[in-house]
């Protein structure tokens, strides 16, 4: 996918924000003096009376949100997802998600490829924390198309939501003109009858890098983007669980407490015989580096997702 456009969904954010600012006055955004990194500043450019920069203050932030929310306006709160889901998830539980408020949670920088920032930024523990509080809706889109259409989906929906962008560019896979995005429904990006592989975020694209490799070695993979983690689209999971016999699950976080345990959970609760196996993030710390060669040292790349299956079909 080299020569494929490459986006990060930080940006498809901020740009969403703007288009969605335009046509619903309702729409405001908070961010904590971070608006340049997680791109509210294009919407801030455009509607700068409806922007409050709360300062490095992302607890209080939360609590200005939902305080906003209950006047009747849609406020998005935004910063990296280490300080979004991790420093103020107290503020996230008790002010936004206990009373269910209409608040919309914008986090930047999410996992690995945060790079050069290092393991305090490198937030792999996101999906964990926001998928435990009852009613929280929590999504990872893949790509630039999927990020704005999930804004669109996330001001449409009542309730709290938390949205995960990331820093890293992302090849675009979807077509525009084309595609459609609904809260709770998985995509099937490829056919395959072998494995299914159920990816969100960036991994989506090495997912389908590795159906590629696989297909070569006349393994055929089923490709799915499952960008909303909770509520998990289980009737997807249980069809390609009956129909593939093996499940590959794919994302930029910790294998604990995201969307390969959420799968997992839904074949045991269901009595089925399919192996899953995770490529996440093990259960340790990342540390600084260049994003690419750090998603490839974590294992979080196409051809690690390949081998995976590959050790499947050898020990099957």
């Known amino acids: ?156 929906h009542q309730g709290p939501v938390y949205m995960r962008f990331s820093r890293y560019g992302a090849p675009v896979i979807h077509d525009p003109d084309r595609f459609t995005f609904e809260i709770g429904k998985g995509e099937v990006l490829r056919e395959g009858t072998d494995v299914a592989l159920i990816a969100n975020g960036p991994l989506v694209a090495e997912a389908l890098e590795a159906a590629e490799l696989l297909a070569a070695q006349g393994i055929s993979a089923r490709v799915i983007d499952m960008a909303t983690v909770k509520p998990l689209d289980e009737a997807l999971v249980l069809e390609a669980a009956r129909e593939c016999g093996k499940i590959v699950t794919c994302e930029e976080h910790s294998v604990i407490g995201g969307l390969g345990e959420a799968v997992c959970a839904v074949i045991a609760e269901h009595g089925l015989a399919c192996p899953v196996r995770r490529v996440g993030v093990n259960d340790e710390f990342g540390h600084s580096g260049p994003a690419g060669a750090l998603l490839k040292q974590f294992g979080l790349c196409g051809e690690r997702i390949a081998d995976v299956v590959r050790r499947m079909y050898k020990y099957s």
Request: aromatic residues 8%; hydrophobic residues 45%; negative net charge.
């Open 1 to 156: 996918m080299a020569d494929v456009k490459k986006i990060a969904t930080r940006q498809s954010y901020g740009e969403a924000l703007k288009e969605l600012g335009a046509s619903h006055p309702d729409v405001v955004v908070l961010d904590a003096d971070l608006a340049n990194a997680t791109k509210t500043e294009i919407f801030k450019k455009a509607f700068p009376e409806r922007h409050f920069d709360c300062g490095i203050a992302e607890a209080n932030m939360m609590c200005v949100a939902a305080g906003l929310s209950t006047t009747g306006l849609v406020p998005f709160a935004s910063s990296f997802a280490m300080f979004a889901a991790g420093r103020a998830f107290e503020q996230v539980r008790n002010s936004i998600g206990y009373p269910h408020l209409n608040v919309k949670i914008g986090a930047t920088h999410g996992g690995i490829s945060v790079g050069e920032d290092g393991a305090s930024h490198q937030c792999c523990e996101d999906f964990a924390l926001m998928r435990s509080i009852p009613g929280m809706v929590v999504m990872s889109p893949a790509d630039d198309v999927e990020a704005k259409a999930m804004v669109k989906a996330a001001y449409e």
